[in-house]
């Protein structure tokens, strides 16, 4: 009896590994793309990482499941027909003479390839006269030449026979593709000099549910990961919503309304989060309640104080002024005592209604009386009341007018060129210009810069600096720098009036701290004739027409400071900075502020 059994010899297209560089390329791409995700939104990075987790998970399901499936398809099918042809081949030549005739062969070979597995089938045998013979059910398909080499090989090789090889030949098979389509092709050799047979199978139908199994599993992945992104979305919003409360409620907070608290729901991290942020508002709300409290008593004691000092003073000035007046009489050893307190009345005079008024601006009840003002003859007569005409020269063309408010373009006018006289070098020098407002600068900041000759705009001052911090000097100086000359400006152009002095300048570490309430720059000389209110004063002046001050050095030496106010205040005057009465300003405030 001539047995065979099945062995196997494949040649399946199989997967070679990714070159490194394209590892590397790969890697690199999902370095970029992880970088992209840092700049984008919360929401769409946990959409994005929601999203890739499941697709990996489903492509991995997806194509574990068709490789098993793949594997279970075609293991069976080829089980099948490779069972099915070892037992034609088997019964088919068992009753061939050992040298069959061809129409033996073909008549087997039609036998075989009728049964229910529909293949090809080729025998090869030597007849009696010693010729080849080959057999085949289909031409076209399944000739000796189609049939692989090394599957002949391996066909017609025999292995020697032991006790772990029973037999000299087994079966190979081989699965391949002609023309796009799969094929199983088999071949075995009968033992005992009996012939060759060799099949060919079709796995076309296979393949075809293959594909349906592919095309399932891929719309199941796109189904996961459309639902991974509404899943996501969903979590996000969940999410993000309490993200976004509590940004929302720190821009409130950020923009002063301390009462913002958030609601709290639930007991998870973000409820914490939002425990946290109310406690902290609570206590911040706390604390900027006490710090007002505090200054607004302050504010209180130094208005008290000053409106309390006035009568005194109002009778130790009539006092003094009296011992002026008989100075001449009094003993000599007598007469430089007088004088000193005479000097140091006046100066006390000043500083108190100085102080007076830096309480009306930071209280914000100081306002605007406005008037149409010829600017060249208000320089010229605050310049004349004060007995300056020999020591400053005025370049102003008559007919330019502005509405402000004379009394305080007065008392800032005051301030600078007295502070120019008292700390610059003459002569010194006042030029009135204006400027459309399409080229006016931007108010509301104070900085200090060395100039061209002519193009003085920056800040800076002399030996004892009355300075400004750099966004003007004094309680919500930026605030109201900004908004006036957002507001100032539209009317008529700008004015501009620039002060210079041909002194020593204004040193590099002063110019920052020139507008600055009570600052001196020499430590050396802590006491001077000024308050150290007087540019600080006219700063919030200029403030309150919308306007700016700024000071700089000249390349050329000397220092200038430069005003701008609109040409029309009128959108002002009405506006939130007048509240409340005004008493008055400080009528000059020409302490040496330097």
């Known amino acids: 009896m001539r047995e065979r059994s099945a062995g196997g010899a494949t040649e399946e297209d199989t997967g070679g590994g990714g070159a490194p560089a394209g590892g590397r390329r790969a890697l690199r791409l999902l370095r970029r793309a992880s970088g992209l995700l840092r700049w984008t939104s919360l929401r769409l990075r946990l959409v994005v990482v929601f999203a890739l987790v499941a697709l990996t998970a489903a492509v991995s399901a997806s194509g574990i499941a068709y490789w098993l499936n793949r594997n279970t398809v075609l293991d069976r099918t080829q089980n099948a027909v490779l069972n099915d042809f070892r037992k034609a081949l088997e019964d088919s030549t068992r009753s061939l003479p050992l040298r069959p005739r061809c129409a033996e062969l073909q008549d087997a070979a039609r036998q075989m390839a009728a049964g229910p597995q529909n293949y090809a089938v080729l025998l090869i045998g030597v007849d009696s006269k010693g010729k080849d013979c080959a057999a085949t059910t289909d031409k076209d398909l399944l000739t000796l030449t189609t049939v692989p080499a090394s599957l002949r090989t391996a066909v017609n090789a025999a292995r020697p026979v032991d006790e772990s090889n029973r037999y000299a030949h087994h079966l190979y098979w081989q699965r391949r593709e002609v023309q796009d389509t799969p094929y199983l092709v088999a071949g075995a050799k009968v033992t005992g ?23 399932s599993l891929g719309i199941a992945t796109a189904l996961a990961l459309v ?35 958030l609601r709290v729901t639930g007991t998870d991290e973000l409820a914490d989060l939002s425990r946290t942020f109310n406690r ?41 002024e009296v011992l002026e007046e008989e100075a001449e009489s009094l003993d000599p050893m007598i007469a430089p005592a007088v004088q000193l307190v005479v000097s140091e009345t006046r100066r006390l005079n000043d500083l108190v209604e100085n102080l007076m008024e830096v309480t009306r601006f930071d209280a914000g009840t100081a306002r605007l009386v406005l008037d149409d003002v010829d600017v060249a003859d208000q320089v010229t007569a605050c310049i004349d009341a004060r007995a300056w005409l020999d ?200 302490e040496g502020d330097r």
């Open 193 to 215: 000099g009996g012939p060759t047979g060799y099949m060919i199978k079709s796995l076309a139908a296979e393949q075809q549910d293959l594909n349906s199994l592919a095309w």
């Open 227 to 261: 639902g991974s992104a509404l899943l996501a979305q969903a979590a996000a919003t969940t999410v993000l919503r309490p993200v976004q409360r509590l940004g929302h409620a720190a821009r409130q907070l950020g923009e002063g309304r301390l009462d913002t608290r």
């Open 280 to 320: 902290t508002a609570e206590r911040l709300e706390q604390r900027v309640e006490e710090l007002s409290g505090r200054e607004a008593a302050s504010r209180r004691f130094v208005a008290d104080m000053s409106h309390e000092l006035r009568t005194p003073l109002t009778a130790i000035t009539a006092v003094s």
């Open 391 to 590: 020591a400053v020269d005025l370049d102003a063309d008559r007919g330019i007018v502005a509405r402000l408010d004379p009394r305080r373009l007065d008392v800032i006018l005051a301030n600078l060129i007295g502070n120019a006289l008292k700390h610059g070098g003459s002569p010194v020098r006042v030029s009135v210009r204006t400027e459309a407002a399409a080229v006016a600068g931007a108010a509301g900041r104070t900085g200090s810069t060395a100039l061209g000759a002519g193009d003085a705009a920056s800040p800076s001052a002399g030996p004892e600096a009355d300075g400004g911090p750099q966004a003007g000097a004094g309680d919500g100086g930026p605030e109201r720098s900004g908004h006036g000359a957002e507001a100032g400006r539209p009317g008529g152009g700008t004015l501009v009036i620039r002060v210079r002095d041909h002194g020593p300048g204004i040193p590099e570490e002063v110019l920052p701290h020139v507008f600055d309430r009570f600052y001196k720059a020499s430590a050396s000389r802590p006491r001077s004739e000024g308050s150290g209110l007087g540019l600080s004063i006219a700063l919030e002046n200029a403030h309150i027409h919308g306007g700016e001050i700024t000071a700089a050095n000249l390349p050329e030496g000397g220092a200038v400071f430069t005003l701008r106010l609109p040409m029309d205040a009128s959108p002002l005057a009405d506006g939130d900075r007048g509240h409340g009465r005004d008493d008055g300003a400080a009528d000059e405030g020409t």
